[in-house]
Every structure is written in C-alpha cells, then in structure tokens.
C-alpha cells in the first residue's frame, strides 16, 4: 500500500496515546526485525550480501541468519493483527472466566487481589464486561480483517 | 480498500477496544485465569470433578485470584480442586503461586498444576511445592504482538528449573521466526495464538490432558 510506512507511524502514535503496552509490543518487534535463514533470502537482500562475503572469500551457508527490516506493509500487518488478537483475546478471556462461574453460586465479579499484600487491585463485574468486550471485537472485526486481506495477509 | 478507509477503520478499533481494554495487569490476570480456565477443562476431559474453592473444602462465593506472585499456604484465594473418581489422586489448580525449583529458588508459577498432596503439606509447613509435585506448568504473557527472544531465554530457565517436560509458555500472539526455531525441538512446549476456543487452546488442553493422565497412570 502506499505510503504504509507513513500510515503506520501515524496509527502507532494513535495506539501509543491510548494502549501503550500493545504500542510498545508493536514498536519492540518492528524495531528487532524480521530474522530469516540467510538461504532463504529473497532479491537484493540475498545478492548483497552474497556479493560482501565472497569479497571475504566467504560464502552464505545454511547455518548463516540475517535480520531484515519489516516492510511498510508488514508494519502496518503487525499492528493490525495485534489488535485483532487482543480484542480477541480480551472478549474471549472474560467469556471463559465467566462461563467458568456459570451454574454455580459463584458471584460474576471476581476480585484482583495483590499476592503479597493482600490488597485489593481490581473488582471486575464480568457479567457487565462480557457483552462489551464482545461488541468492541465483533464492530472492528470485518474492517481489520478487509485491512489485513489488503495488505496481502 | 483504500488508504484513508484503513487509517478510519484502524483508528476506529483502537478508540473501541480503549473502550473495553482496562490495564495492562488486569487484562495479563484476566488471560492467566482463562488460561486456569483451559487448564479446569483438561482436568475434566482427563476423567476429573472439579471445585472452584477459597479453602479446599467449600466452593467459593466470591473469586479472588493473585496479582504477582503469592504463597500457596495464604488462604483465601481461588483455585481449582480436582478430584477423579477412579482414583485417591487430587489435583489443584493455582494461579501465580511460588513453586521451589532445582535450584532450591521459588519461582512464580502463572498457572500450576499440583498433586493435592504436596498442596496440603506446603499449607502445614508454609513450605512452597517442591517442583517434583507439579504436573503442569503455564507461562502466560499476554502479548498481542509476538514476544521478544528475551521471553523465550527466560521460559526456557524458568523450565529447567520446574521441569522442561512439565512447561508451556502461552501466549495471544503470534510467534515470531526466533523464538519459535529457539524453543522447538526442545522439550518445554509454545503455544501461541492462544485464546480460549481457540485451536491453539485446544492443542493446549490436549497437552495438559495428556499430562494429567501421565500423572494419574
């Protein structure tokens, strides 16, 4: 897609102001690179270095790993796909949880207790969070999904 | 598609799942607890009876799972008590509690299966489970991208410790080429794309039942 590289950067800062941890998790993949078998290089990235090491009497061998950076395309994907996976993750998560309960005299709203200390973190009303982290999902779903399909993934 | 409808689309998803998304501990401990969830439902397919319970003896009124790593002998916390019909053996099922590894150093466990025995007497002592009692371990890292190589060095101490047989690290994400190549062909196991119903879940029950009946043999 053109300009993907742009469009990326502009979507990362957007996930950066409201979900840091996930922008972050983008960011550190993107920033270590896609590593591939160095026989398995593809184009110019193959022939650059094949044309380096035989100017050190050397050639790629099986054993030999590159780091290549992600493409604008594959940036984009990876950010897409991960929110994909975590509003997945999120509705499904709380629907487990909740079907655990299910049928038992067990409250739906479950506490989130620090182990060493004792002191309450989080009351999370799962009954209440399971419809909406269902319909976060299933609004976006289609259109992530179209996105990914035009990024070739 | 064109560009401006994918910045639209993405922006969107973002501002709607900000809307669901709380913080990055809960939504980590809402994953462990599906993940005691996939574990609940091996037990049951590997012939088990299960209790969610607070003391061992009464299902529990209110769920409270552990944020960080706890004691297993401090009371008052949910976990699964599994008993199989066939057999004396008891299973229980915990989240984030300490477990002492080869090394004679405790080690957080996101999810740990223990024979109920070893349970019990860690409760009498205030002792952490020896790693010989634990029949199956879960790593969980709630990574919606794919985890860094760090992750996969630090699962695979974390295995040698409790048993590399015994381990899984599971995630939501997907793997990337690293750190799959770093952790296959060993003996503790990676489970990405895991979300509860799906088929990288149910690979992981398998997994697990397989290691309760191990157990159970």
């Given at each position: 897609?053109?300009?993907?590289?742009?469009?990326?950067?502009?979507?990362?800062?957007?996930?950066?102001?409201?979900?840091?941890?996930?922008?972050?998790?983008?960011?550190?993949?993107?920033?270590r690179g896609r590593r591939v078998a160095a026989t398995a290089l593809s184009g110019s990235d193959r022939t650059?270095?094949?044309?380096?090491?035989?100017?050190?009497?050397?050639?790629?061998s099986k054993e030999d790993l590159a780091t290549v950076e992600y493409s604008g395309d594959e940036k984009l994907a990876l950010l897409i796909d991960s929110l994909l996976r975590l509003g997945t993750s999120m509705a499904t998560s709380r629907e487990a949880i909740l079907g655990l309960l299910g049928g038992t005299d067990t409250s739906t709203t479950i506490e989130l207790v620090v182990g060493q200390t004792g002191a309450?973190?989080?009351?999370?009303?799962?009954?209440t969070e399971v419809p909406g982290a269902r319909t976060a999902i299933e609004r976006h779903r289609p259109a992530l999904v179209e996105a990914l399909a035009e990024l070739g993934r | 598609m064109t560009?401006?409808?994918?910045?639209?689309?993405?922006?969107?998803?973002?501002?709607?799942l900000d809307g669901v998304y709380r913080t990055a501990a809960d939504e980590s401990d809402l994953y462990e607890a599906a993940l005691l969830t996939v574990a609940v439902d091996a037990a049951r397919r590997a012939g088990g009876v299960e209790m969610l319970t607070n003391d061992g003896a009464t299902p529990a009124a209110t769920v409270r799972f552990r944020r960080g790593p706890g004691h297993l002998w401090n009371g008052g916390f949910t976990f699964a008590r599994v008993e199989f019909p066939q057999t004396p053996k008891r299973l229980e099922i915990h989240l984030g509690i300490m477990v002492a590894g080869a090394s004679s150093v405790a080690h957080e466990c996101d999810v740990a299966l223990i024979d109920a025995m070893e349970c019990e007497r860690s409760r009498a002592g205030a002792v952490h489970p020896r790693r010989r009692a634990v029949v199956a371990a879960l790593e969980a890292k709630h990574y919606a991208g794919p985890p860094g190589l760090d992750i996969g060095r630090g699962f695979l101490g974390f295995s040698g410790e409790i048993g590399p047989g015994k381990c899984a690290l599971v995630f939501p994400g997907q793997t990337s080429a690293s750190l799959a190549t770093l952790i296959a062909r060993k003996s503790p196991e990676c489970f990405p794309e895991v979300e509860p119903g799906s088929p990288a879940a149910q690979r992981l029950r398998g997994h697990i039942d397989q290691q309760i009946r191990n157990w159970l043999a």
């Open positions: 897609m053109e300009g993907s590289s742009q469009i990326y950067e502009q979507l990362l800062g957007e996930l950066r102001e409201r979900i840091p941890e996930i922008a972050i998790q983008v960011e550190e993949e993107v920033q650059d270095r094949d044309e380096k090491l035989r100017f050190a009497g050397s050639k790629i309450l973190a989080a009351r999370i009303d799962l009954a | 560009s401006a409808e994918l910045i639209a689309a993405v922006e969107a998803a973002i501002g709607g």
